[in-house]
């Protein structure tokens, strides 16, 4: 198995600029995570699906973040407008069902850098 | 919201030594889970404990829990320099079926 796939591995764009990042979570897992990590604010959950489905977008920073999971081997978190405080690395995971008792197998992340 | 507290932030030793990881949290857990993060790489899970587990063993991983207390340790026997990393602790936030990761441990290991 290939793991978690993200794309792309690294993003640099410039502030206004609509970024798009992208998620294959593990064949059969049921929910995908999306986190953002920075050295000052750690490891934070932006958004979760279970079954393709939204479950909880609380952690979403701003109207200008926004994820969709179009079928159970795809989805996207995008940014538009791009600013240059989003610049951090974003993780995707991946868990075979919904229980959390199950691990969370992450990504190799995407660094975004917004200049 | 910040729900595991790791302690120290930042751990040091030689080679061979043990290093002990502390994690504290705030809110009754189901289930409590350490991850590994190498640099510039993702989160890799090591172990889970269940809120009735009081002691977890992996290879040379011990993993306690003390829900009286709130509070989870992880130690690392014989550490090696493969071991350099930084650790967090996740809870599960109260039943939900997310996580919340702590601020980690960076953890050097010395040759």
């Known amino acids: 198995d290939a793991g978690v796939i993200q794309s792309p591995r690294h993003e640099v764009t410039e502030m206004g600029q609509e970024v798009t990042l992208r998620c294959k979570p593990i064949?059969?897992?049921?929910?995908l995570f999306w986190y953002r990590q920075t050295m000052m604010r750690g490891l934070e959950l932006l958004i979760y699906f279970n079954n393709n489905v939204p479950i909880d977008d609380s952690g979403m920073p701003e109207d200008r973040f926004s994820a969709k999971m179009p079928n159970a081997s795809f989805s996207t978190l995008k940014i538009q407008p791009s600013e240059p405080r989003d610049s951090a690395v974003y993780f995707c995971?991946?868990?075979?069902?919904?229980?959390?008792?199950?691990?969370?197998?992450f990504g190799p992340g995407t660094r975004l850098t917004v200049l | 919201s910040q729900q595991g507290e790791e302690d120290p932030q930042a751990l040091s030793i030689q080679e061979g030594e043990n290093a002990t990881m502390n994690c504290s949290y705030k809110t009754s857990i189901n289930n409590l889970q350490w991850y590994r993060q190498n640099s510039g790489r993702g989160l890799v899970h090591l172990i889970l404990?269940?809120?009735?587990?009081r002691e977890k063993h992996s290879g040379r991983l011990r993993v306690t829990l003390d829900t009286s207390k709130k509070s989870s340790s992880l130690l690392i026997t014989a550490s090696r320099a493969a071991d350099t990393a930084s650790y967090f602790c996740a809870t599960d936030d109260g039943g939900a079926q997310k996580l919340v990761f702590g601020q980690g441990t960076r953890l050097t290991i010395n040759p």
């Open positions: 404990i269940r809120s009735n587990e």
């Open positions: 995971a991946s868990r075979a069902g919904t229980s959390d008792y199950n691990e969370q197998f």
């Open positions: 064949s059969g897992h049921n929910s």
